[in-house]
Every structure is written in C-alpha cells, then in structure tokens.
T-cell receptor
C-alpha cells in the first residue's frame, strides 16, 4: 500500500527555537496533505489542510503564523513550529491523499520543547 | 457540530474473546464512517469503512454496520488475537466543495492477552 514517512520521528528542542517536520508520500503523488496534532489519550485534532502549490487552510484556533505549512511539491509537505514553547509539545501526524475518502498516515513525530 | 464519540479504553481481553468498541457520531448530512487502527510505532491504517446507511464494512475479521437510526458504527470481532492489540479510531468523513475533512474519535486502546 501507499507509504507516508515523517522526519524526524522525535525531536527535543529548547524553548524559542523553531522546528521543521517533514511529511513525504513515498510512492504516490499527494494532491492534499493534512496535519494533525494528538494529545495523550485524545483524538487527532486537524490543524490544517494543504493542497500542493497553494496556501494551507487552517482550522479555527490554529495560529497560522505559529505553525507554518508548506506543500511545495506533490510528495512533500513541511510543518514548521516557530518559536516553540513547552505547550507546543505534542505528537504531530501528517496524512496524504490522492483521492477522495482516502488518506495514508505517517507514523508521527513526537515534539518535546524544554 | 460534527463529532465522534467512542468508548474509553483501555479494553483488555483474553485471546478468542468477543470484541465490541462502541462509536456514535453527530453530523449534518450523510457522512461516510471509518475505523482506523494504529499498531505500536506505526501510522494509522484504514481498517474498514461504510459509505451509507445499513452498509457493513469488514476486514480481517472485524465488522461494523452504519446505523443511521442510532447514529452508530460499532466495531466488532468474534475472536480477537494478540496481534489485534492496537489503538482503534472511529472517524467521520465529511465532503465539502473543494475538499474533505476527517473527524476522529479519541481512540480506544485494546490489549489482548494470550
């Protein structure tokens, strides 16, 4: 089946620094990519939807200047957490889609901000 | 608003026991319904889906029936195996002009003992 990778799988950073997370579709072209955030024992919360070559659509309550999303190609989307703070510590998951109703998920990236 | 509620875990069962994980939803219109499974260290994978009322999704011995009258999509398996230990997410798929969105339940962790 289709494979989506994320890099890094985990990252620890100091407060105030920026962190970039990559999401790649390895064997298909993803017209749409999604970024989710998952808190412990909670659901995946959709942060934003990005279509290749256009600006991301952010969900209500998600700061677009804080969480920068770039979908520069059909196989790569990046999420940059700018000026990270401890409250940004979480599990970030991306998914990629090439057709309606179909999503393939990455394994997630665990971010810890000290 | 649109939402998904699923039973809290963890659920602990012995091998060959019967499994039910409850899921109910609130949505406008007629959404498609999904169950995803997340094995340790891996990304979410689609387990089964149903696109309209009374449809039954099935895969790997798991089944779920789309019940519009009770707004439910309960997951069942007649005889669980240790390899079924994972986190299970019920999800609602909503289509809109220009895209789609998936809303997830909180996830239910299943432990199966040998």
């Amino acid at each position: 089946g289709a494979v989506v990778s994320q890099h890094p799988s985990w990252v620890i950073c100091k407060s105030g620094t920026s962190v970039k997370i990559e999401c790649r579709s390895l064997d298909f072209q993803a017209t749409t990519m999604f970024w989710y955030r998952q808190f412990p024992k909670q659901s995946l919360m959709l942060m934003a939807t990005s279509n290749e070559g256009s600006k991301a659509t952010y969900e209500q309550g998600v700061e677009k200047d804080k969480f920068l999303i770039n979908h520069a190609s059909l196989t790569l989307s990046t999420l940059t957490v700018t000026s990270a703070h401890p409250e940004d510590s979480s599990f970030y998951i991306c998914s990629a889609s090439h057709a309606q109703e179909t999503q393939y998920f990455g394994p997630g990236t665990r971010l810890l901000v000290l | 608003g649109d939402s998904v509620t699923q039973m809290e875990g963890p659920v602990t069962l012995s091998e060959e026991a019967f499994l039910t994980i409850n899921c109910t939803y609130t949505a406008t219109g007629y959404p498609s319904l999904f169950w995803y499974v997340q094995y340790p260290g891996e990304g979410l994978q689609l387990l089964l889906k149903a696109t309209k009322a009374d449809d039954k999704g099935s895969n790997k011995g798991f089944e779920a029936t789309y019940r519009k009258e009770t707004t439910s999509f309960h997951l069942e398996k007649g005889s669980v195996q240790v390899s079924d230990s994972a986190v299970y997410f019920c999800a609602l798929y909503l289509s809109y002009t220009g895209g789609f969105k998936t809303i997830f339940g909180a996830g239910t962790r299943l432990f199966v003992k040998a």
